[in-house]
């Protein structure tokens, strides 16, 4: 294409001279060596363990013999039982001292300290979690390649809409032929659906992103809104059902939303608001998890769970609708919310911290209030199912025409308002269509057990799909790189001069490496956060920011004598 190498200098343009790496950056490449070079030991390790295994196979079954353990006068005794609970005959009091060791002790003895001094049975243990660590890290250095780098060119965006709708029609028959399964319930608003729904939502918002499709602005608020509205919805319903308040869970819940984000911003040097959906949904999680862990007895009483979702508003009501009380809760983490955006060096760094957060600040709640309802709306759908059939398709029919009339008045009233006039009325109004959309999807047991495992299989990985699409899908090139329409203005390019067939190398790669992200986010929390024991969840907290200090104050170090300087050219 004739404009590739303008688009290219642009990007080089925006770079603006030499690139310079970072702290972090230097901190971040030390730990992923580090890692590297114990994920190798571990291999070495498992190969000889392996080699020396087959070579004592190979002998034992050729010449020899087997021995009598009675004959040496008395029972061997195995070092591990068949249980693997090792041996019965292990003094009770190795046991009890295990379980009465300080902190120190605990922490010398965890398998983090003895990877890091080299013992050879932790390396050979830790061999899985070193692997996905060393994944995780390369997938990070990809990152840095795809999006600060020319090894790859970039090429600017281009809407059509037919090739917008075009290509998420064909999606959804595939989704519906090939990956349309019944599930196991009747529930109204059961897992599969909402993991169905996040999928075909995601689907759009990230075409929004490539193609610049700015005519669907305020549908894509829309999406927004409703993965919001399942934030307060699916956490207040967890926590309702299991009273599950322990602070492992809740742990792990942060570490999924913030464990990808965090090294993103470290080896991109970008600020944490450029990827606002994770500020913005950590912040409505704590909330939920703070009204229901609040005096967790009341939550029996259904006049007290009212109670405390009417003071979540009120708290929306006076945190943002009051805008001085926000700035004055936000100012003192304005190093963690504040953004600045390169094109823009002059406007308030708190500004799209609180725009972001204000367009969805009441659905959260009405997602808390419809969990609450949910039994009864449940029931009014099986009172519905079990009607004669003629009265049945009756009341069904009347519920969809009021349903879809609502929505036509909420369509031609609100929804096409421009952007900065949408905007103004969106936080009082988005639930209208979410509801809308919520009665259609379960009006009848057929809907409500049928889904499409494709875009449940996309809504699963709709937090790394989301933080992905921005450096090896897009491009920003330069730190905090964000266009007038809130995503990067270049798109990354494999294949010059065939933007569909671009597009189709590019996003499988992209939903390739998004769903590895999934997967080792998983295993890594798994290793380094445990559900149920808080004290090893404790000492792990401390020996992860003890390493990140010492990690961070070497990279200072190295960085600061001029050792690691780069530049682009």
């Given at each position: 294409?004739?404009?590739?190498g303008?688009?290219?200098?642009?990007?080089?343009?925006?770079?603006q001279?030499?690139m310079?790496?970072?702290?972090?950056?230097?901190?971040?490449?030390?730990?992923?060596l580090?890692?590297?070079?114990?994920y190798?030991?571990?291999?070495?390790?498992?190969?000889k363990?392996?080699?020396?295994?087959?070579?004592?196979?190979?002998l034992?079954?050729?010449?020899?013999?087997?021995?009598?353990?009675?004959s040496?006068?008395?029972?061997?005794?195995p070092?591990?039982s068949?249980?693997?609970?090792?041996?019965?005959?292990?003094p009770?009091?190795a046991?009890?001292?295990s379980?009465?060791?300080?902190?120190?002790?605990?922490?010398?003895s965890?398998?983090?300290?003895?990877?890091?001094?080299?013992?050879?049975?932790a390396?050979?243990?830790?061999?899985?979690?070193?692997?996905?660590?060393?994944?995780?890290?390369?997938?990070?250095v990809?990152f840095f390649?795809?999006?600060?780098?020319?090894?790859?060119?970039?090429?600017?965006?281009?809407?059509?809409?037919?090739?917008f709708l075009?290509?998420?029609?064909v999606?959804?028959?595939?989704?519906?032929?090939?990956?349309l399964?019944?599930?196991r319930?009747?529930l109204?608003?059961?897992?599969?659906?909402?993991?169905?729904?996040?999928?075909w939502?995601?689907v759009?918002f990230?075409?929004?992103?490539?193609?610049?499709?700015?005519?669907?602005?305020?549908?894509?608020?829309?999406f927004?809104?409703?993965?919001?509205?399942?934030?307060?919805f699916?956490?207040?319903?967890?926590?309702?059902?299991?009273?599950?308040f322990?602070?492992?869970?809740?742990?792990q819940?942060?570490?999924?939303l913030n464990?990808?984000?965090?090294?993103t911003c470290?080896?991109?040097?970008n600020?944490y608001?450029l990827?606002?959906?994770?500020p913005?949904?950590?912040?409505?999680t704590?909330?939920?998890?703070?009204?229901?862990a609040?005096a967790?007895?009341?939550n029996?009483?259904?006049?007290?769970?009212?109670a405390?979702?009417?003071?979540?508003?009120?708290?929306?009501?006076?945190?943002?609708?009051?805008?001085?009380?926000f700035?004055?809760?936000?100012?003192?983490?304005?190093?963690?919310m504040?953004?600045t955006?390169?094109?823009?060096?002059?406007?308030?760094?708190l500004?799209e911290?609180?725009f972001r957060?204000?367009?969805?600040?009441?659905?959260?709640?009405?997602?808390?209030?419809?969990?609450m309802?949910?039994?009864?709306?449940?029931?009014?759908?099986t009172?519905?199912?079990?009607?004669?059939?003629?009265?049945?398709?009756?009341v069904?029919?009347?519920?969809?025409?009021?349903?879809?009339?609502?929505?036509?008045?909420y369509?031609?009233?609100?929804?096409v308002?421009?952007?900065?006039?949408?905007?103004?009325?969106?936080?009082?109004?988005?639930?209208i269509p979410?509801?809308c959309?919520?009665i259609?999807?379960?009006?009848?047991?057929?809907l409500?057990?049928?889904?499409?495992?494709?875009?449940?299989?996309?809504?699963?990985?709709t937090?790394?799909?989301?933080?992905?699409?921005?450096?090896i899908?897009?491009?920003?090139?330069?730190?905090?790189?964000?266009?007038?329409?809130?995503?990067?203005?270049?798109?990354?390019?494999i294949?010059?001069?065939?933007?569909l067939?671009?597009?189709?190398?590019?996003?499988?790669?992209?939903v390739?490496v998004?769903?590895?992200?999934?997967?080792?986010?998983l295993?890594?929390?798994?290793?380094?956060?445990?559900?149920?024991?808080?004290?090893v969840l404790?000492?792990?907290?401390?020996l992860?920011?003890?390493?990140?200090?010492?990690?961070?104050?070497?990279?200072?170090?190295?960085?600061?004598?001029?050792?690691l300087?780069?530049?682009s050219?």
């Amino acid at each position: 294409m004739a404009g590739e190498g303008g688009v290219a200098a642009a990007a080089q343009a925006d770079r603006q001279g030499p690139m310079i790496v970072s702290v972090g950056q230097v901190s971040f490449l030390l730990t992923y060596l580090w890692a590297l070079g114990l994920y190798f030991y571990s291999l070495a390790l498992h190969q000889k363990r392996t080699t020396r295994a087959l070579s004592k196979a190979h002998l034992s079954d050729v010449q020899l013999p087997e021995f009598d353990s009675a004959s040496k006068g008395g029972e061997s005794t195995p070092l591990v039982s068949p249980e693997g609970r090792g041996s019965d005959s292990a003094p009770e009091h190795a046991v009890h001292s295990s379980q009465k060791l300080g902190f120190f002790q605990d922490a010398a003895s965890s398998g983090l300290i003895k990877c890091v001094l080299l013992d050879q049975q932790a390396l050979l243990d830790a061999k899985d979690t070193l692997q996905a660590i060393v994944e995780f890290g390369t997938i990070m250095v990809w990152f840095f390649l795809c999006d600060r780098t020319d090894l790859l060119p970039a090429s600017e965006k281009h809407y059509e809409r037919d090739v917008f709708l075009f290509i998420f029609l064909v999606l959804t028959i595939v989704a519906f032929g090939y990956s349309l399964q019944p599930v196991r319930t009747t529930l109204l608003l059961n897992r599969p659906q909402t993991e169905e729904w996040k999928g075909w939502m995601q689907v759009l918002f990230l075409l929004y992103h490539y193609f610049e499709a700015r005519e669907a602005y305020n549908a894509i608020r829309i999406f927004i809104a409703g993965y919001v509205w399942m934030t307060g919805f699916g956490n207040f319903s967890y926590y309702y059902r299991t009273g599950d308040f322990g602070i492992g869970r809740f742990c792990q819940m942060m570490w999924r939303l913030n464990f990808m984000v965090f090294f993103t911003c470290v080896v991109l040097q970008n600020e944490y608001m450029l990827y606002y959906i994770c500020p913005m949904h950590t912040l409505f999680t704590i909330m939920v998890y703070g009204a229901l862990a609040l005096a967790p007895q009341l939550n029996k009483s259904h006049p007290w769970l009212w109670a405390k979702i009417l003071g979540c508003l009120v708290t929306v009501l006076v945190f943002w609708d009051i805008k001085s009380v926000f700035y004055a809760l936000w100012t003192p983490f304005d190093f963690l919310m504040g953004y600045t955006d390169p094109r823009k060096s002059d406007n308030d760094r708190l500004h799209e911290w609180y725009f972001r957060s204000s367009l969805d600040r009441f659905i959260w709640v009405y997602g808390m209030a419809c969990a609450m309802l949910h039994p009864y709306a449940s029931k009014a759908l099986t009172a519905i199912d079990e009607m004669p059939p003629p009265r049945r398709w009756t009341v069904r029919a009347a519920v969809v025409a009021a349903t879809c009339a609502v929505f036509a008045v909420y369509y031609r009233s609100i929804y096409v308002l421009p952007k900065i006039e949408y905007n103004k009325v969106h936080a009082y109004t988005s639930w209208i269509p979410l509801t809308c959309w919520m009665i259609v999807r379960n009006m009848t047991p057929a809907l409500r057990t049928w889904s499409m495992r494709l875009y449940g299989w996309l809504g699963c990985i709709t937090l790394e799909t989301y933080l992905s699409q921005f450096h090896i899908w897009l491009r920003s090139s330069v730190p905090n790189g964000q266009a007038r329409w809130g995503t990067p203005k270049f798109l990354l390019t494999i294949i010059p001069g065939y933007p569909l067939l671009n597009f189709a190398a590019c996003t499988a790669m992209y939903v390739f490496v998004s769903h590895r992200l999934f997967l080792l986010t998983l295993v890594l929390k798994d290793a380094a956060v445990p559900h149920d024991n808080n004290r090893v969840l404790a000492r792990n907290l401390v020996l992860m920011g003890l390493m990140l200090v010492v990690c961070t104050t070497m990279g200072f170090v190295l960085h600061s004598t001029g050792l690691l300087w780069l530049a682009s050219r």
